[in-house]
């Protein structure tokens, strides 16, 4: 799995690991087109390549700001890439990219909080749907209740 490193100029999370491709919603975008956007801007992904990540579902979650609680939904896409593709940061919002075993990410994830809060939620969900963490791990329905119950607190273990 690619990990982009989050530029130590971004007001939230500098420094975090994050994915490849992330960003927020403009008003007046479709979510597609959004997609493709933060694809190419962020990545050097052409257009092409971006227009086959296929949508998976959401995750959403509830944070306290000083104004109030705020709900979040994030759109995932689940993208196969070449073998020969490597992400280029282009905008200056992504410092690197690191292609790692999802394996070695979710060791991390449990491990460290080098990751953006929002940015395990997204992992987990991958991990979970394709079987990296599964029923016989000790956490997971723990981990399955609180990625469709948006309570993300009950995902400390990460």
Known sequence: MWVGKRS??????????????????????SVHDNLIKECAE??????????????VGTVSYLTERPDG?????????????????????????VDAFYLWPIEEIIERMRE?????????????????????????DPEYIGITEGMHMGRAGDLAMF
Not at 11 to 23: F, N, R, S
Not at 43 to 52: I, K, N, P, R, S
Not at 112 to 136: C, E, Q, S, Y
């Open 42 to 55: 962020e990545a050097g992904m052409y257009v092409e390549l971006a227009t086959t990540a296929l949508p």
């Open 112 to 136: 460290t909080d080098d990751f953006k809060f929002n940015a395990a939620l997204v992992i987990i969900d991958f991990a979970v749907r394709h079987g990296v963490i599964g029923p016989d």
């Open 69 to 93: 609680l705020r709900h979040d939904v994030l759109f995932n896409y689940d993208i196969e890439l070449p073998q020969d593709f490597e992400p280029t940061p282009t905008d200056g919002e």
């Open 8 to 29: 130590m100029r971004k007001p939230t999370g500098p420094g975090k690991l994050d994915q490849m491709v992330a960003g927020g919603q403009p008003i007046g975008i």
